[in-house]
């Protein structure tokens, strides 16, 4: 008998909302949010600033805000007719940037009708920082069926315990980038004391590093005095680790 042809499985192409129907689900995910005095939303608006990433039809900004500065500025169009735009002079203190995309084929949740992207980034005594995460791109994620009062109150709650680390934080010497509370670096000290090893790696992907007493391999290097004198131990060594 000829063999049997497998009929292919037709695929199904979901629905685009119209921009009115977005705008509507997009005010009814926000409705009821309450924020801490001092801050602002904006949007949601198709207006795409120089801090986002998306600029497709499906995609929406919504910026909440405290101590922004902005101004308006006219751009030029290609058929020489000019527009009015908001121009970022200065980032706020905190910010929490949404990106809501209406992209159907995106499945991070099937039963939503839109996808958010959060981006959070802050003020602190040691410069900006975001809960951004490199290879990552984004602070949070939710759905529609998600609680935003939860989601952005819970960001709040971490700017805040992140600021209080930062205020006691102190720099790893001999380590790019990286700090510890004194805490933590009193566990870090009692690791190397009782394992002979401890560790400093990226909340996403990036470099990390193995710190340990004594050489293991031929690709570790010595570790600076200042490292050394930081942990109170002498013949340390560190490997250097690509995180993905």
Request: aromatic share 10%; charged share 40%.
């Amino acid at each position: 008998m000829p063999a049997t042809k497998k009929k292919k499985k037709k695929k199904v192409l979901r629905r685009v909302l119209k921009p009115e129907r977005q705008l509507a689900l997009m005010n009814k995910w926000l409705e009821g949010l309450k924020l801490p005095e001092g801050f602002e939303i904006i949007g949601p608006c198709k207006t795409i600033d120089e801090h986002s990433c998306r600029g497709d039809s499906l995609s929406w900004l919504v910026l909440i805000h405290k101590g922004r500065k902005r101004s308006k500025v006219e751009v030029r169009r290609s058929d020489g007719s000019t527009h009015t735009v908001d121009r970022c002079d200065e980032l706020g203190d905190i910010e929490i940037r949404i990106d809501f995309s209406f992209d159907r084929n995106e499945y991070w949740y099937p039963e939503s009708r839109f996808t958010v992207y959060g981006h959070t980034s802050f003020e602190t005594k040691n410069g900006r920082r975001t809960f951004d995460r490199p290879g990552c791109d984004d602070s949070f994620y939710a759905g529609e069926f998600d609680d935003a009062q939860k989601i952005i109150q819970g960001q709040l709650d971490r700017i805040k315990e992140s600021r209080e680390r930062h205020e006691r934080a102190i720099r790893v010497p001999g380590l790019q980038s990286f700090t510890c509370t004194p805490e933590e670096k009193e566990d870090r000290a009692k690791e190397l004391r009782e394992k002979g090893r401890t560790g400093f790696y990226p909340a996403g992907f990036g470099r990390g590093y193995d710190i340990h007493i004594g050489r293991e391999n031929r690709w570790e290097k010595k570790a600076p005095r200042e490292l050394e004198d930081f942990f109170g131990m002498y013949n340390l060594y560190i490997r250097e680790l690509d995180c993905d």
